[in-house]
């Protein structure tokens, strides 16, 4: 069996989206003759923790891990409120950002090139490289963000002509927070020398959306792949669904991604419909921006509204199936336009009617136009949203709220592992 290193900084107990996209694939590879080893972080600063996701970890897995001296334990001397913030992303826009959050922004973008987890490449090479040597490794593999892993692979490929592989998980200098980092000039042309970098001496390149391959396509001759994320679950038929009718997005809502106009159609059919006014409620399901929230207060729709909070995998997988309708939001930014988030999979794999807000030329709009799973709207579709709602509305009083999803399993983590393994027994 073929034996292959999978660095990651993201791994159980670790909570969010980054950890399930390597966890997936490591439980299907053995499956087609590759036997993962994974190395990650003895003593990471997750933002979000889920310790739901340990018992999904193999017990025979080999999982190598070395510390980690992070800054943020630093950092939270002067703030621990920002500071925690920060490393989950959340990145407060320049009108609102105090002394010290600029302060913070400027250090971490400036001073940890290309992330706060950079002073763990070169421990990582030392220890990776007497690993290497013992048991004859010949492929290794390196996720980010955080980017900075991708130096451990480009500084082993230099020492060890292994074949490496690249997978980006969002884009490095055209990722969407990489502009509110304050960067010098300098900083800038640093981070795009190590992107070029690393894409030039990767042997091949995976990424997660069809619009991030075209762009690293104009930096690099290298093979490029795109593996989406998915889902990994027993399709549930016979849940029951929510009595009331149920708007709900699951996962982080931050500042970026506050609609306006879906406030304002929810808040005008609201005001407008006491038949609709009874029965609607959106779910929050997970961290949701103080700026979202005051919209939502603004728009009169506080009292039909439930914010659950952070909450586990498991759980979060329990909204998707009993929710009348789901709803995915993508900040209006070209950015976003390379983002195809994870959440998108399980939501088609629910089965469960979806309403997309997002920006112009997505490929989140391709994919809910082939699988039949959704609709997608821009944010100057005001009138076709609120008349998509008021069909979703009418067809739930008459119990016929429902969605035929079509090619499901182009999107299961098994299938996408093959496609994986594929280009892994290439070597």
């Known amino acids: 069996m073929k034996k292959v290193i999978i660095i990651t900084y993201y791994w159980p107990p670790a909570g969010g989206p980054g950890v399930q996209r390597w966890l997936k694939f490591v439980k299907y590879l053995p499956e087609f003759g590759i036997e993962p080893v994974v190395y990650c972080p ?19 897995l080999e999982v190598l891990q070395t510390p980690i001296n992070e800054p943020y334990k630093w950092a939270k001397l002067f703030s621990r409120l920002k500071t925690s913030e920060l490393s989950k992303g959340i990145i407060n826009g320049q009108e609102k950002q105090t002394i010290l959050e600029k302060l913070l ?7 940890f090139i290309p992330d706060a987890r950079v002073s763990w490449v070169k421990p990582s090479v030392s220890f990776l490289s007497e690993y290497i040597k013992t048991h004859k490794i010949d492929t290794i593999i390196t996720t980010g963000p955080p980017h900075s892993l991708h130096l451990i692979g480009l500084k082993l490929k230099q020492l060890h002509a292994l074949h490496w592989i690249t997978d980006f ?66 399709i549930n038929h016979s849940c029951t669904l929510d009595s009331m009718f149920t708007l709900s997005h699951v996962g982080s809502l931050l500042e970026g991604r506050n609609p306006q106009v879906l406030w304002k159609v929810l808040s005008d059919l609201v005001q407008t419909s006491a038949e609709f006014s009874k029965v609607f409620r959106l779910n929050l399901i997970g961290y949701v921006s103080e700026r979202v929230l005051d919209s939502i207060k603004a728009y009169s729709l506080e009292a039909h509204t439930y914010c659950s909070g952070y909450v586990s995998h498991n759980e979060a997988l329990a909204y998707l199936n ?30 469960r009617p979806i309403i997309c807000i997002g920006p112009d030329e997505s490929d989140i709009e391709d994919i809910l136009a082939r699988s039949c799973a959704g609709t997608y709207f821009r944010y100057s579709d005001a009138e076709l949203l609120r008349l998509s709602i008021l069909n979703h509305f009418d067809a739930f009083k008459t119990n016929e709220l429902q969605v035929d999803s079509k090619g499901l399993e182009l999107f299961s983590r098994k299938r996408l592992t093959f496609e994986l393994s594929k280009i892994i027994n290439l070597t």
């Not at 922004?105 to 001073?111: D, H, M, S, T, V």
């Not at 690393?198 to 792949?225: G, Q």
């Not at 983002?339 to 999979?345: A, D, E, N, V």
């Open 322 to 351: 009993k929710t009348q309708l789901l709803l995915l939001i993508e900040e209006d930014s070209k950015e976003t336009q390379y983002i195809i988030p994870g959440k998108l999979f399980e939501y088609i794999a629910s089965k």
């Open 105 to 111: 922004l400027f250090i971490r973008g400036n001073f």
């Open 42 to 60: 003895e003593n990471p600063n997750y933002p979000i923790k889920d310790v739901s996701m340990v018992s999904e970890v193999n017990s025979v």
């Open 169 to 234: 998980r969002d884009p490095w200098t055209q990722i969407g927070y990489h502009k509110k980092l304050k960067l010098t000039r300098f900083s800038e042309r640093k981070h795009e020398q190590l992107e070029l970098s690393v894409l030039r001496h990767s042997d091949e390149i995976i990424v997660t959306s069809p619009k991030t391959k075209a762009l690293f396509s104009k930096r690099t001759t290298n093979p490029i792949t795109v593996i989406t994320n998915g889902y990994d679950f027993e």
